[in-house]
């Protein structure tokens, strides 16, 4: 980090701060805390959901995961535009209308208070959860560049999200993470450019792209079935699209961003800007990791990414094993490297026989090297006597910090943590109004007044921020967090969105049955999760699938008069 970075880098986090506290001044009241008073313009509440969704892991670990696994991540999101139409036609129109707070109070209006409390506490389990790794990410980046304890750099960033969240609230929040998601999108474009722009002399964009997807790099669409592999066609788009319905139907974290609306039309607005701009943005990053591939062709990578971890073999390691770890790894860059130069130059000469020769000797040395990179975490994994080394979320940020010009690397860093910032603020202070609202003013103090309310939401956002720091410290093991976070969030969504579609279309089914069908759903989904080699994007369709069966077969075996489902009642 150069002075340059170091000023680019402050100036931003002293902005956002500042700025987040100057537009949350004078939140005088509940609804304007927890709601901004549903005044927000839709493309502020656009930029809001999606800084909410692109935490520092989608910088950090997405662009690592596309230089391991490649680019068939991007599949995940393949039912996002169909989840933001449905949910514009139906989620939208109902939670405005109904008045509520929190997408759960408007189970109880469907329901009961039981079937709302359960929904709730599932709530707060599964993006408390999230929002400890959320807040590791940004942990990783300091780690990487300064060699700060995680201790040390949770408590910063939590402490400057605390500090304009508690004060501002809601409104905070999304006029923030507008801002936010400004320098996210600057910080996008000039990664990617600046990636190929230090490619070899000689390499054209065309020639990566070609070594990218030569290592299998550039696999966007896998058109194979297959119940045991996590990214493809089906998968992304079945239980993708259920996870997004989940996601941003049934989160209170994204409900929360789109009830800030000033109107329907403009919280319709703002799910449908995501629907289109979504998908581009993820292409970009994973392209990204995968132009940080090739880059890595030529210049010669370290064994491992995690610079601690690499020190501490060096220091503890004996040298018989090391050595020929190091010899293997060394001499298939050499290999890959030659090889790749030789693709490149029989493609400019056409001579596909010499091409189709370097290709093969290419990605023999592709896997050479990726064994010698196993054989390195196993070591890592000895030496500190633990398992489950993984150093995928390193990747890009290694690249970052010792390739990248001076106020680039500021910029870039100064996106992470706008990304960290952003979805964190936004987590904690949907947090804080579940907990308010659908626990302590529904069950412990009823009678609560405004001011009380109001104070008491205060605390409660101190309270999930404090906690997203304490949790972080035990997110360290997880793998690439991209995949650690959706996986947490996969374990609850099917029972939450199976609940909301039983609110939705199915008006016979009455309380008992709804909290049954949660249950039910629940514990489907653990069994898959412990039990079955089940991708975790299925998990989504499972829960939903047993809490709706569930549900009507109870009811059927249990019939009851007709619930009228809320429209214009308020909360």
């Known amino acids: 980090m150069r002075p340059l970075d170091w000023l680019v880098l402050g100036g931003a986090l002293l902005f956002f701060v500042v700025y987040g506290l100057y537009k949350g001044r004078g939140t005088g009241t509940v609804k304007g805390y927890l709601l901004a008073g549903k005044t927000m313009p839709w493309y502020a509440v656009a930029l809001s959901i999606m800084a909410t969704q692109a935490s520092a892991i989608t910088f950090i670990s997405t662009t690592g995961q596309s230089y391991v696994d490649g680019m068939r991540f991007l599949q995940f999101y393949f039912g996002l535009p169909l989840a933001m139409v449905i949910l514009a036609a139906t989620a939208v129109p109902i939670f405005h209308r109904t008045n509520v ?93 600046t990636v190929i722009y230090l490619l070899p002399e000689g390499i054209s964009l065309r020639d990566a792209v070609s070594l990218a997807g030569a290592a299998g790099k550039l696999n966007v669409v896998d058109l194979s079935f297959d119940w045991k592999s996590r990214y493809n066609i089906w998968s992304g788009l079945i239980g993708g699209t259920f996870l997004q319905l989940s996601y941003f139907g049934t989160d209170q974290s994204q409900v929360q961003r789109y009830l800030t609306g000033k109107s329907i039309a403009h919280s319709r607005l703002s799910l449908l800007f995501n629907a289109v701009a979504k998908i581009p943005m993820q292409f970009l990053i994973l392209f990204t990791g995968a132009m940080v591939f090739v880059f890595f062709i030529f210049e010669r990578p370290p064994l491992l990414f995690q610079q601690v971890e690499l020190n501490k073999i060096h220091s503890r390691a004996a040298p018989r094993d090391l050595e020929p770890i190091s010899h293997q790894f060394n001499a298939a860059f050499e290999q890959r490297k030659q090889a790749a130069q030789g693709i490149v130059e029989a493609h400019r000469r056409g001579h596909p026989a010499l091409a189709k020769q370097s290709l093969a000797e290419y990605r023999q040395a592709q896997q050479q090297l990726d064994a010698a990179r196993r054989e390195g975490a196993r070591l890592a994994e000895k030496v500190d006597g633990l398992p489950g080394f993984n150093d995928t979320n390193y990747i890009f940020l290694s690249f970052v910090t010792r390739y990248m010009p001076a106020g680039v690397v500021g910029l870039i860093l100064a996106a992470v943590f706008a990304a960290a910032m952003s979805s964190s603020s936004g987590e904690i202070n949907s947090l804080a109004t579940v907990t308010v609202i659908d626990i302590y003013r529904r069950h412990i103090r009823k009678d609560a007044t405004e001011r009380h309310t109001l104070r008491a939401s205060r605390i409660a956002t101190a309270f999930w921020g404090c906690y997203a720091i304490a949790f972080a410290q035990y997110a360290k093991n997880l793998g690439a967090l991209i995949e650690a976070v959706n996986i947490v969030g996969s374990l609850f969504y099917g029972g939450m969105l199976g609940v909301f579609v039983l609110a939705f279309y199915f008006p016979r089914v009455r309380g008992t049955a709804a909290f049954a069908g949660v249950l039910a759903g629940e514990a489907a989904i653990f069994c898959a999760h412990f039990f079955t080699q089940v991708s975790y994007l299925w998990y989504n369709v499972i829960g939903c699938l047993v809490v709706v069966a569930t549900a009507l077969a109870i009811s059927r075996f249990r019939p009851g008069n007709a619930m009228i489902v809320p429209s214009e009642r308020s909360a």
């Open 101 to 193: 707070y929190t997408a759960y109070q408007y189970l109880e209006l469907r329901f009961d208070a039981k079937t709302r409390s359960l929904v709730s506490l599932v709530f707060l389990i599964q993006r408390g959860l999230g929002l400890g790794l959320t807040l590791y990410a940004l942990a990783v980046v300091l780690t990487v560049i300064l060699g700060w304890s995680d201790r040390v750099t949770t408590l910063l960033i939590g402490g400057l999200v605390i500090a304009y969240t508690v004060s501002g609230g809601a409104k905070a929040v999304a006029w923030t993470d507008m801002q936010q998601m400004l320098i996210i999108f600057s910080g996008v474009f000039v990664a990617l450019g």
